[in-house]
């Protein structure tokens, strides 16, 4: 095994080299230098406290550093030594230096060339914690780097310090710099100076220049990095109170909050011209859901997306290539994976496919004679104990074992009598809170199956959460709920789809569960206790009552494989002897494989029989034909042509050339379905205008679009962020993980209605309905609605709904808490940057968290207020906090309140208040009316976001005339969202590479 594995990753390398570019080195396409990331194998000298984590924080955690996480680099802990040899190969290191913000002590962090110091940080530590530099350091012809970590306060407790993202860069050719011109920013003199003259001159002008700094004399124009650094440096120091000193005259919070407020607002506009490099666009790795994607069109099999490497940490969208790595574990992974998807394809492909059936399973019967046979068992154990025979001959364990069961009898026995005197027990099953599995007879990872489930509700007063049941995989994965709508004389059938399950499985396995499960025990044993109906109570016992479960399938798709198409180009029928590689067509399968794996790029030869002679050499080995081949699929899914989008040929004389068909045909495809393209688009001439509408058209049409609404959306409204929050249980028990997962997928739900529609963007800040599942219309209290189905669906709000818009929804309210009461500052800034395109600047170092600080209970609202005496707050928090104040009638959860709980008092919530500027509002209504206003700026928000996913890289002061122009194409029709996707992938920015 070992020699095969080493075989197949020395091949690999050999095949890279074909394919006429660096695997580690494929970030940028027009960049060849090479990156060597620092490893402890590394170094010639390693010395730390216990240990040298490579890629990790030194106490074993990611590692972060200035409140930034970094996939890569190293982690030590003082006193600490690493030395690395260079032999003058390397051409620069580059580090982000710094103390891991969970360490708590003080150290001092020194680099050396040659044993000369070219680097020292002074005494730092966590709590100095501001965005840390990172650093390039020349190395030509150095043969020795030194990384020294110390103690500064002489005290070893918690002394972590992290080289962040540390890589050496090896000689190759460097890109030529962009010829556009970037446009520098002009500091406000007017609003800057007067605050300058009166606090800081004194000290820092003519007559005195303290640390060499004077004002009278400043340059205003912010044209290079340098002198945005030198405002950078004022700003800090005003935002830490370090200036003016005590001695001298203190700004009022006004003066002091506007000063901020105007330096803040330059630096974030020159950090941005400042970075613009002319639309340049890095080549990019194929991520998670665009891999999953394409292997399904290639091989017509889904993979588990957590089988595949994880995608790369981006401030972006994961379409970003100028963040990607690519590691040896990476390609580890991907032959690991490739090879299973390889060895599956084979496998199933020979496989004939069996027609659809029905199996049909009636749960009465089955459940009500397990649970008489249960308490035949226990019964008849429980008399033998009171009739003193010994727990060894009863088969206990022990004397505790058999006290345990004296113990539990009401779960063990009288629950299950309970349960065989209700109604209609012989007919069909309830649920009581416990997961019934049903295992689906046939598995076919290649087709999909239909689910139905035929039952009522048993208890007419059950709440609305008590009518649910949730649906999860053979790996417990949440995939819907349905809503029981029948009742025990009249039940109904619901049915929902059950996708091919994903490789690596061996069933298909679908588990429901009550949504609103209740500890059966304590609940029954209580109703009993009082001589209540369980089923008459709003908390019922057993709500649910399901007749019989039924699955079919396996249906497959009408659209056949590529892989299929190739190995079967008769028709789906597998030949009598399942094989479907022999030596003979090994080749030419190859050849013709490779060539659509590569996106219609026809293979170097060279690669071609490399990969050719891998197989005859395992074949030689004794391998059969399809685990022969199965290495050469995982080799052609690891390579770079597949895993990497490519361009075609060398560039061309001009600066930014457009893109040829079949690039733009990639693009366009992996724009709006994150896969690669189809025959139609191949095919087509996306030369002429005309035609590339017809295909944007037609491709917005396809169910395969549906990727864009899930990719975009998802992070357009920064998911992520939710999925970080942890939402107290016990306080909130009904926001399960079901109800979790629904709320997640709203956003995307509905920005696909504003697609297939053509709605206007306004909609992202009120709409007169919502796309919503059966749990989220229990959630909203929309409880009318007649949702039979887990599949997300448009429903019209009643007049007066608080609803409607992204900003009322479940999964941006609950992103915008801390998981135990609402934050109307982090609602007030994710109202700001998603829909005003006003992102508040990052917060100055040291500010404290929201809080009353003398213990004395005080609402949001009071502690935010709070927050805004302080001048280094106010400049920011004056605009978002008061939009987050209309926000508060919703709770941690989304859930509409008209209270708050203050101490022990529930005290009624104000959500009004004033907008710089005058506007006001007393409601969520009349909030959203004011939001109303800004739609121009959530136009180009949105505009701006789909291109940079779209290009996979952020937009730039350069991109600003050609984004104006299209924006008036569409503003006179309210900028229908589909409109807008259209115009993108037609603007010229989008078709130049």
């Given at each position: 095994m070992w020699n095969r594995y080493h075989l197949l990753r020395e091949s690999v390398e050999a095949t890279l080299a074909v394919c006429t570019l660096c695997l580690f080195s494929l970030v940028n396409a027009e960049e060849t230098e090479q990156r060597v990331y620092l490893e402890k194998k590394m170094a010639s000298e390693s010395e730390s406290f216990v240990r040298v984590n490579d890629d990790l924080a030194w106490q074993g955690t990611p590692i972060r550093v200035g409140g930034k996480t970094y996939q890569r680099g190293l982690g030590v802990h003082s006193n600490s030594k690493l030395v690395f040899p260079l032999d003058g190969e390397y051409t620069s290191f580059h580090v982000v230096p710094g103390p891991d913000d969970a360490h708590s002590g003080t150290i001092e962090m020194s680099i050396l060339v040659d044993d000369q110091q070219v680097y020292h940080s002074g005494p730092t530590s966590r709590h100095h914690n501001h965005p840390r530099k990172a650093l390039t350091i020349p190395l030509d012809g150095a043969n020795q780097l030194t990384l020294l970590v110390t103690r500064s306060d002489g005290k070893p407790a918690g002394d972590h310090a992290s080289w962040a993202d540390a890589y050496l860069v090896k000689p190759g050719s460097t890109p030529t710099p962009p010829t556009h011109t970037v446009v520098s920013t002009q500091v406000p003199k007017h609003k800057l100076l007067p605050f300058l003259e009166q606090h800081c001159i004194s000290c820092h002008g003519p007559d005195k220049q303290k640390a060499r700094v004077r004002f009278d004399t400043a340059d205003w124009d912010i044209a290079t990095n340098d002198e945005a650094q030198r405002w950078q440096d004022v700003l800090d120091v005003l935002n830490a109170g370090e200036m003016p000193p005590e001695d001298e005259p203190q700004p009022t919070t006004a003066e002091l909050s506007s000063a901020l407020d105007t330096l803040t607002k330059s630096l974030l506009d020159a950090r941005r011209r400042l970075t613009d490099t002319g639309g340049e666009i890095k080549m990019r790795k194929l991520n998670r859901r665009e891999y999953a994607n394409t292997i399904r069109d290639l091989f017509g099999l889904r993979v588990w997306p957590f089988d595949i490497p994880e995608d790369n940490e981006t401030e972006l969208f994961d379409t970003e290539g100028q963040s990607q790595f690519f590691t040896s574990k990476d390609l580890d992974a991907y032959l690991d994976l490739g090879r299973k998807v390889g060895s599956e394809a084979l496998h199933w492909h020979a496989q004939p496919r069996v027609s659809a059936r029905v199996k049909r399973q009636d749960l009465g019967p089955i459940t009500l004679n397990n649970r008489k046979r249960t308490?035949?068992?226990?019964?008849?154990?429980?008399?033998?104990?009171?009739?003193?025979?010994?727990?060894?001959?009863?088969?206990?364990?022990?004397?505790?074992?058999?006290?345990?069961?004296?113990?539990?009898?009401?779960?063990?026995?009288?629950?299950?009598?309970?349960?065989?005197?209700?109604?209609?027990?012989?007919?069909?099953?309830?649920?009581?809170?416990?997961?019934?599995?049903?295992?689906?007879?046939?598995?076919?990872?290649?087709?999909?199956?239909?689910?139905?489930?035929?039952?009522?509700?048993?208890?007419?007063?059950?709440?609305?959460?008590?009518?649910?049941?949730?649906?999860?995989?053979?790996?417990?994965?949440?995939?819907?709920?349905?809503?029981?709508?029948?009742?025990?004389?009249?039940?109904?059938?619901?049915?929902?789809?059950?996708?091919?399950?994903?490789?690596?499985e061996t069933r298909t396995l679908i588990v429901l569960r009550e949504y609103d499960s209740y500890n059966e025990y304590h609940y029954l044993r209580n109703q009993v206790q009082h001589a209540e109906d369980p089923n008459q109570l709003e908390r019922p016992w057993a709500p649910i009552w399901l007749d019989w479960m039924e699955a079919e399938g396996p249906f497959y798709p009408e659209q056949r494989s590529i892989f299929e198409e190739i190995i079967l180009p008769a028709g789906p029928t597998p030949p009598a002897e399942g094989l479907l590689i022999t030596d003979s067509t090994a080749a030419a399968f190859i050849e013709k494989f490779t060539f659509h794996a590569y996106r219609r790029t026809q293979p170097e030869p060279a690669f071609l029989t490399g990969v050719h002679q891998i197989y005859t050499t395992h074949r030689a080995e004794g391998m059969s034909e399809h685990e022969a081949m199965a290495e050469v699929i995982a080799i052609i899914l690891a390579s770079p042509k597949f895993l990497f989008i490519h361009r075609d040929g060398a560039d061309s004389d001009q600066k930014r050339p457009l893109l040829t068909s079949r690039e733009l045909a990639v693009r366009l495809a992996f724009f709006l379905w994150s896969r690669p393209p189809d025959e139609e688009l191949y095919a087509a001439d996306l030369s002429q205008e005309g035609i590339i509408s017809q295909q944007i058209d037609r491709m917005l049409a396809d169910p395969r679009s549906e990727a864009f609404r899930d990719g975009f959306a998802a992070q357009w409204a920064e998911m992520d962020r939710y999925d970080a929050i942890t939402v107290d249980e016990k306080e909130y028990p009904l926001f399960k993980d079901s109800l979790r997962a629904s709320a997640r997928k709203e956003p995307a739900a509905f920005l696909g209605t504003l697609i297939d529609e053509n709605l206007p963007a306004r909609n992202l800040i009120d709409s007169d309905f919502v796309t919503i599942d059966p749990l989220l219309a229990q959630h909203y209290g929309l409880d009318g609605t007649d949702l039979k189905s887990s599949e997300f669906t448009k429903v019209k709000l009643p007049p007066n709904s608080p609803r409607g818009g992204l900003m009322t929804q479940a999964a941006f309210l609950t992103t915008g808490s801390n998981g135990e009461r609402s934050s109307p500052v982090i609602r007030g800034a994710l109202v700001m940057e998603k829909l005003l395109r006003d992102k508040p600047a990052p917060p100055p170092p040291n500010v404290p968290e929201l809080g009353s600080g003398d213990g004395v209970p005080r609402s949001n609202r009071e502690m935010v207020q709070m927050h805004q005496?302080?001048?280094?707050?106010?400049?920011?928090?004056?605009?978002?906090?008061?939009?987050?104040?209309?926000?508060?009638?919703?709770?941690?959860?989304?859930?509409?309140?008209?209270?708050?709980?203050?101490?022990?008092?529930?005290?009624?919530?104000?959500?009004?208040?004033?907008?710089?500027?005058?506007?006001?509002?007393?409601?969520?209504?009349?909030?959203?009316?004011?939001?109303?206003?800004?739609?121009?700026?959530?136009?180009?928000?949105?505009?701006?976001?789909?291109?940079?996913y779209g290009l996979g890289r952020s937009i730039e002061f350069s991109d600003a005339p050609e984004i104006e122009r299209l924006l008036g194409l569409i503003k006179d029709d309210g900028y229908p969202i589909r409109r807008m996707i259209r115009e993108v992938a037609l603007s010229p920015l989008f078709r130049k590479r």
């Open positions: 308490i035949a068992e226990n019964e008849a154990k429980m008399e033998k104990i009171r009739q003193k025979v010994g727990w060894k001959e009863l088969g206990f364990m022990d004397r505790g074992d058999m006290q345990i069961f004296v113990n539990h009898d009401w779960i063990s026995t009288q629950i299950p009598k309970r349960y065989v005197q209700l109604p209609k027990v012989k007919q069909g099953r309830y649920m009581i809170g416990d997961p019934y599995l049903r295992f689906v007879p046939e598995y076919d990872p290649r087709g999909h199956f239909m689910f139905r489930v035929h039952g009522g509700i048993a208890a007419p007063h059950a709440s609305e959460a008590r009518k649910h049941m949730v649906i999860r995989d053979v790996r417990r994965n949440y995939q819907g709920s349905i809503k029981i709508l029948g009742t025990l004389d009249k039940p109904q059938t619901v049915e929902f789809y059950v996708p091919p399950i994903p490789l690596g005496e302080q001048a280094v707050c106010a400049s920011c928090h004056k605009k978002m906090d008061v939009i987050g104040f209309g926000l508060e009638n919703f709770d941690t959860i989304g859930r509409w309140r008209d209270t708050e709980l203050v101490g022990d008092k529930q005290v009624a919530i104000n959500p009004g208040g004033t907008l710089p500027g005058g506007a006001k509002f007393d409601s969520i209504q009349s909030l959203k009316a004011t939001l109303l206003q800004h739609e121009d700026a959530l136009a180009r928000e949105l505009m701006e976001s789909m291109f940079a």
